[in-house]
């Protein structure tokens, strides 16, 4: 029987507010719908979802376990808009039983463009982290779960133990998400695949009344995880945490779930839950992953079509990487600050232009009627900032 990893991603971006071409305000953010939503989903998810998993840590006394990772731009909107929520994670993280990772501060998409970015943001948010919870992440979980095998040198040479990867097939050949991979030549960081059939079951699927397996029970669930055989096997589940309260409403039975599923897991002979860092520190190495190529856990295709899949996405993304030389040399904090937010990977996920299932996904998350309307509301913001870094 496996070990179960149970992971949750949390971030929300600094919503940018309509932005004009004649507009020359220097603030971007809409902060009233910022703090607006903030407020909703911590009500609806954050809150109840850190009592549940409070709860079920001390009713399986130590037997359950859960790994957090928080971006820093939403860390900072805790702060400052619900610092209750920062309270019940010090009260999780207080249990020894709650882990948290790293990514990048503001949850951006740097890795593809600069190294030296990329190395400073994981730095902040590690500090960020720190100053928060208490704790060393000793294990790394790149924006969207973008990996290749030269992101896990550059973790690896971050001293990180472990990282986060989605569960390609193609990459994998005939081989299972259930095990400890390594890269390409290397013992460490191990790689911690996510098994992306039961997690999109509960993520994607759990409230979908036209599913074939509806519906997902504790004890259903808890068998297809128990199926999972063989020696050092690992049962990794990752997932939104907003998938509780707010992508699958209270309505749909997911809280009830959540509360049930641990213990029915735990019944199994020989099945525990592990954080991440337990993981790849107890289960040894079933051989390795090559991923050459970029991967991500964003839609069906697993690559990053999703924020570079056309025209418009390359161009943001180009045009705002080409600023930040000049920042440098300008050394403006407020520049540096605005420059980082605007590269947030949600702004360039609200241009995306596919279609079917993928692109139904795009416009539950975005704030704007289209694409285009992302794509110019953010290109009015960004030429502002130029006209700043310039000095005009």
């Known amino acids: ?6 992971y949750f991603q949390l971030h929300q971006p600094y919503r940018l507010r309509r932005y004009s071409v004649f507009d020359t305000d220097r603030h971007y953010f809409d902060d009233f719908k910022n703090a607006g939503l903030l407020r909703t989903i911590a009500d609806r998810c954050y ?29 900072e909107q805790f702060q400052s808009q619900a610092p209750e929520v920062i309270d019940s994670f010090k009260k999780l993280a207080a249990t020894g039983r709650v882990e948290f990772l790293n990514e990048t501060y503001h949850h951006s998409l740097t890795y593809l463009y600069s190294t030296d970015e990329f190395r400073t ?37 971050m001293g990180y133990l472990g990282v986060l990867a989605e569960g390609v097939d193609d990459l994998l050949g005939a081989r299972t998400t ?24 509960i993520a994607f699927r759990f409230g979908d009344t036209t599913w ?20 050092n096997s690992v049962c990794n589940l990752f997932m939104d945490y907003e998938t509780f309260g707010e992508h699958q409403w209270k309505e749909t039975g997911i809280f009830d779930f959540l509360h049930h599923m641990p213990g029915r897991i735990l019944e199994l002979p020989d099945t525990e839950f592990v954080t991440a860092t337990e993981a790849v520190t107890k289960i040894p190495s079933a051989g390795t992953f090559n991923c050459p190529r970029l991967t991500s856990w ?41 420059w980082r937010r605007l590269g947030t990977s949600d702004h360039f996920y609200y241009m995306s232009t596919k279609f079917w299932a993928d692109g139904e996904v795009h416009k539950y998350f975005s704030p704007y009627e289209s694409p285009y309307d992302a794509y110019i509301n953010f290109m009015n913001v960004l030429e502002n900032l130029k006209s700043r870094a310039r000095g005009v």
């Open 298 to 338: 964003a839609d069906t295709e697993r690559d990053l079509s999703a924020w570079l899949g056309n025209a418009m996405q390359n161009n943001a993304l180009h045009e705002l990487n080409k600023l930040e030389p000049t920042l440098k040399a300008r050394g403006d904090g407020g520049l540096w600050e605005d």
């Open 178 to 201: 259930n095990a400890i991979y390594t890269p390409p030549g290397l013992d460490s960081p191990k790689i911690l695949l996510k098994n992306y059939r039961l997690s999109d079951d």
């Open 121 to 157: 943001q994981v730095q902040r948010h590690r500090e960020k982290v720190r100053e928060l919870f208490g704790q060393d992440a000793k294990v790394f979980r790149n924006t969207e779960l973008i990996y290749n095998n030269e992101l896990a040198n550059i973790a690896g040479d």
């Open 212 to 231: 074939a397996q509806y519906p997902l029970t504790a004890e259903k669930f808890a068998r297809r995880v128990g199926q999972i055989e063989g020696p």
């Open 47 to 75: 809150l109840p979802a850190n009592a549940l998993m409070l709860d079920l840590i001390r009713e399986h006394r130590g037997r359950f376990a859960v790994s957090y990772c928080i971006s820093g731009v939403l860390l």
């Open 1 to 6: 029987m496996p070990a179960v990893c149970l």
